[in-house]
T-cell receptor, first 115, second 110 residues
Framework: DSGVTQTPKHLITATGQRVTLRCSPRSGDLSVYWYQQSLDQGLQFLIQYYNGEERAKGNILERFSAQQFPDLHSELNLSSLELGDSALYFC??????????????FGEGSRLTVL | GIQVEQSPPDLILQEGANSTLRCNFSDSVNNLQWFHQNPWGQLINLFYIPSGTKQNGRLSATTVATERYSLLYISSSQTTDSGVYFCAVSSQGGSEKLVFGKGTKLTVNP
């Protein structure tokens, strides 16, 4: 158990719909990262938050958005879903010692299927 | 951005065999981690090893930062070692995100 909690574990929805994925980081970790894993793209970095503020942005679509709340949990919102958005979405957290030196711990992922 | 290459892409072993997985990266790093993704999709931390050598049971890892590579050794492999092994790095002076390689898919047969 990494200490990072993600919900839901599985989600099936239809094209055009909107879903929200939730992540609770390990106790004491200030940084939250979101990754997408699809069969053809591998593990892709989407976005990072540090103590409520966006820190880095990767290959995140405009239809996707995220935020980190004062209690440090984070949500990833996916809208206008397409078949190609079907993937495993991971959240990770780190204590963030600065300059990217913190070890990342991953949650079990949320498997999204868009039909 | 930083590039990460893992080799071999696929590896099939008999139980009890040893193996070495390699990770090459294109720039100086301040973070390097090895993960095991099991058949259920979970990403398990194996090593946090931006430099030096570490051992944990049958697994060990070495990172030679000056030569930009890391090695993961698996000894006396077991069927439960099957899965995909990922190397991930973050570059010095870059953002803090981890960039993942494409992984090595390991199959250990009984």
């Amino acid at each position: 158990d990494s200490g990072v909690t993600q919900t839901p574990k599985h989600l099936i929805t239809a094209t055009g719909q909107r879903v929200t994925l939730r992540c609770s980081p390990r106790s004491g970790d200030l940084s939250v990262y979101w990754y997408q894993q699809s069969l053809d793209q591998g593990l892709q970095f989407l976005i990072q938050y540090y103590n409520g503020e966006e820190r880095a942005k990767g290959n995140i679509l405009e239809r996707f958005s995220a935020q980190q709340f004062p209690d440090l949990h984070s949500e990833l919102n996916l809208s206008s879903l397409e078949l190609g958005d079907s993937a495993l979405y991971f959240c990770a957290s780190s204590v963030d010692r600065g300059k990217g030196t913190g070890e990342l711990f991953f949650g079990e992922g949320s498997r999204l299927t868009v039909l | 951005g930083i590039q990460v290459e893992q080799s071999p892409p696929d590896l099939i072993l008999q139980e009890g065999a040893n193996s070495t997985l390699r990770c090459n990266f294109s720039d100086s790093v301040n973070n390097l981690q090895w993960f095991h993704q099991n058949p259920w999709g979970q990403l398990i931390n194996l090593f946090y090893i931006p430099s030096g050598t570490k051992q944990n049971g049958r697994l060990s890892a070495t990172t030679v930062a000056t030569e930009r590579y890391s090695l993961l050794y698996i000894s006396s492999s077991q069927t439960t070692d099957s899965g995909v092994y990922f190397c991930a790095v973050s570059s010095q002076g870059g953002s803090e995100k981890l960039v993942f390689g494409k992984g090595t898919k390991l199959t250990v047969n009984p």
